[in-house]
Every structure is written in C-alpha cells, then in structure tokens.
C-alpha cells in the first residue's frame, strides 16, 4: 500500500506528486526586490528535493511590503525579469510546480535582517521605510507606529496584491498562497491586537476578515482557475484576547465559500508578547480542528521532521499535506529519505541515476 504521505494532492487543477510542500523561507538576499544567484542556488537545490510543491519565499507586492530591504519583490519589471530568469533555469533542470507566497509585511516592515539582530529600522535611516498597517499600533516596544491605511491606501494595496499575482502567473507560477499568518498585513487586518480599527475593517470578525477576503476575491479572479489560491493563516495568536482557532475555522469557511481548495496552518507573530508551547507537531491540532470542521484540505507544518510521523500525521486523518521548512535546509533530500523508508518513490534528477531513490 502506498504510503498517504506519497499520495498525489490534487487541488483545483494542479495534481503535485506527493504531499511533501516545501514551506515559504525567507532568504533575504534579493537586492531591490530582484532574485540573485543565491536564490538559484538555493532553490535549485530544493527543486532537486522530490517534494511536491516548492513554495517561494515571502514576496512583496511593494517596496513597502518587505519585511526587510533584502527580500524577495514582484513588483516591478526588474523584479519579474530577475524570477524568470532563476525559475527558468530551476525548472529547465527540476520540474517540480512552484507556489509564490505573496505577502505584505505592515507593520513588521522596515527590519534588519534576522541575522542583524532583527529590529525594526526607523523611517530615516537608508535602509528603513515608515510602515503601513491596519491601526497606527506599533508591533513592538519603543518601534516608530505604522501609517494607518486609509480608504485609498486600501485599494491600492489590494490592487498591488492583484498585480503581483498577474505578475506571478506571467511567470508561469501554479499555486498561490498569500501570507495571511505571522503578523504580518493580513494577519494584521485579522487580528484584534493589531487592527483597532473603528470602520467597517475593524471590531467584529466580519469586519476583521473583510480586507483579507477582498484581497483573495480580488486575486482569485486574476489567477487563471484551474490554479489554487489559498491562504497561509495563523490559527492562534498564542495571547489572551487574539485571534484565536474558532475565528480560524470561520475564516477557513469562508474561504471555502469564496472557492479556496486548502489552508496552510502556522501559527503566531502578532505578538511579542506571544507564549507558544513549542514541541513535534505542536500546530498539526489547529490544522486537525479546521479540517474535521470545514472539510477544506489542510497542509500542517511546524517542527515535522520524520517520516514516520509525517505519515502519520495523514494516515490518522490530521491533515492533508504536510509543509516543511527547516527540516529542508537541514536535509535537501528528505522526501528521498523519506520514500526510502516508507517504501515510496520520488523523481529524482536523471543526472543523479546511479543514486535514484528507491
Ligand atoms: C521561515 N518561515 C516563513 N514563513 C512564511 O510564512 N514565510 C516566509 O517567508 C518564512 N520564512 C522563513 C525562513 C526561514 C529560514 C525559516 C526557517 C522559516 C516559517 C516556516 O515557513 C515554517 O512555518 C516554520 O519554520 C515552522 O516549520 P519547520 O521549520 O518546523 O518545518
């Protein structure tokens, strides 16, 4: 019996190989939004890896939007020419399908990188920006307070996540998710401790999921349909008075509504006040509870790192896919490993014949 884990996953029209997904990682190393060597070396060896989707970092719809001076843009030419060309060379080589998380980072913007100590850099300095965000709430202690969008900033942000997205199916991308989680902008609209708004944006939890709902309607109608556009959300902020895993399964409903094939299941960073309790798997039961009470397909991630309980993981009905991020980095070839183990195949580069997993 094949194991669930190498099953294929089809959503929408997109059939991926196995339910391995590559999570979205964060390189900093573009320069002016624009992919580098690094980002070829980095994703073609993660398109080498067997899994079955690889998903590209978190991309900015604008200047503004970046977590920091060095992350991944597709919003202008240059930022299109510099992905085609390193996705170009990646595919010719490793066919895999690729999803682009298309994020907006608010008020968590204008950072220094995380190795750089990770704070916020103020609007003065070269490499820092004033922030926008739903409320004028700054993430954290002694941070300069973001802009707080108005009716206009609104619809050009929604219009900036519509033209990435064009911009991303140029390039001939197949999946996308938008960053809905972490405390980043649509996290942000979500959840009470950043959004204070007092419009029809803010309050009740129709109004704090209007914007992220606008923002998938109004890319849903860009990317053509047979391609799935899901979202990344974070289920529980971790903090009393956050957004929380009921509010979750009533976004996941409507997003199922509004055609939404899956949902990828993270959780936190709106808050440092944040107390998360950390251990294997610790998010699978968030993505166990949307699951059983929406029926949408959902990918678990967060400290999966063996086979075997990713296995189990699906075999036991906790979710449909599973995504990994580090456990990646530290093993290129973990789904190899892992249809070694549980008795699967992977595609593996020709040029890699004589060490074909199996
Ligand atoms: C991340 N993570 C992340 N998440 C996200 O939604 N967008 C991103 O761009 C990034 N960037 C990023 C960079 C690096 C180097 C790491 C290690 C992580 C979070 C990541 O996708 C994942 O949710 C967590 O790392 C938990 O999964 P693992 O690492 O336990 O498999």
């Known amino acids: 019996m094949t194991a669930r884990l190498f099953e294929t996953l089809t959503l929408d029209s997109l059939t991926l190989e196995n339910r391995i997904l590559i999570a979205p990682m964060c390189q900093y190393s573009a320069r002016d939004g624009e992919a580098t060597d690094w980002h070829m070396m980095h994703l073609g060896q993660l398109a080498m890896s067997g899994a079955?989707?690889?998903t590209l970092e978190a991309t900015a719809i604008s200047p503004e939007a970046r977590i920091t001076a060095w992350d991944l843009g597709l919003y202008n030419d240059g930022c299109e020419r510099a992905l085609a060309r390193v996705l170009g060379a990646v595919r010719e080589y490793a066919p895999i399908p690729v999803c682009i998380q298309i994020a907006h980072a608010g008020r968590k913007a204008s950072s220094d990188a995380p190795w750089a100590g990770g704070k916020q850099i103020p609007p003065e300095h070269p490499y820092g920006w004033r922030t926008e965000a739903p409320s004028a709430v700054a993430h954290g202690e002694g941070e300069v307070p973001p802009h707080a969008l108005g009716d206009a900033?609104?619809?050009?942000v929604r219009e900036e996540f519509v033209t990435t997205a064009k911009r991303a199916v140029r390039l001939g991308i197949e999946a996308v998710e938008l960053h809905a989680a972490h405390g980043y902008l649509l996290h942000q609209f979500l959840s009470p401790i950043a959004n204070k708004r007092t419009d029809s944006y803010g309050g009740s939890?129709?109004?704090?999921?209007?914007?992220?709902?606008?923002?998938?309607?109004?890319?849903?109608?860009?990317?053509?349909?047979?391609?799935?556009?899901?979202?990344?959300?974070?289920?529980?902020?971790?903090v009393e008075e956050g957004w929380d895993i009921e509010e979750t399964v009533e976004l996941a409903r409507?997003?199922?509504?509004?055609?939404?094939?899956?949902?990828?299941?993270?959780?936190?960073?709106?808050?440092?006040?944040?107390?998360?309790?950390?251990?294997?798997g610790y998010q699978v039961p968030y993505a166990e509870r949307i699951k059983a009470e929406t029926g949408l397909v959902t990918i678990a991630v967060g400290l999966i790192t063996e086979p075997r309980q990713a296995e189990d993981i699906l075999a036991e009905g906790k979710a449909d896919a599973i995504s990994l991020a580090r456990a990646m980095l530290y093993n290129p070839r973990w789904p190899w490993h892992a249809a070694a183990?549980?008795?699967?195949?992977?595609?593996?580069?020709?040029?890699?014949?004589?060490?074909?997993?199996h």
Do not use: C
């Open 52 to 54: 079955g989707l690889l």
């Open 153 to 156: 900033d609104l619809k050009r």
């Open 205 to 238: 939890l129709a109004n704090r999921m209007r914007f992220p709902m606008e923002v998938y309607d109004a890319v849903r109608q860009v990317v053509p349909s047979g391609s799935p556009v899901w979202l990344r959300v974070s289920a529980t902020d971790w």
């Open 254 to 280: 409507m997003l199922k509504q509004a055609g939404s094939p899956a949902i990828h299941v993270s959780t936190g960073g709106v808050s440092p006040k944040q107390s998360i309790k950390l251990g294997p």
């Open 341 to 357: 183990e549980l008795g699967a195949r992977v595609h593996a580069p020709k040029q890699y014949w004589r060490s074909q997993p």
